[in-house]
């Protein structure tokens, strides 16, 4: 398990499936490893939606080589 803890208390746990997720300072695009502040919900869904687009295309393209 990946999990950052920061020092006001807040913490992530960055395994897993692409999700967003709000705490008390704002919303975050977290999993995959990864944690990206972002300015909104909708933000952090096109941010998801992006990457898992991009893992697709990158399967795609393993496959056909």
Not at 16 to 36: A, E, H, I, N
């Amino acid at each position: 398990m990946s999990k950052l803890t920061f020092t006001d208390g807040v913490s992530f746990d960055t395994d897993g499936p692409y999700r967003v997720t709000q705490r008390k300072d704002g919303w975050y695009f977290v999993g995959g490893g990864m944690l990206c502040p972002v300015n909104s919900y909708e933000e952090g869904c096109e941010m998801k939606r992006r990457l898992e687009a991009d893992e697709v295309c990158r399967a795609e393209k393993t496959t056909r080589s």
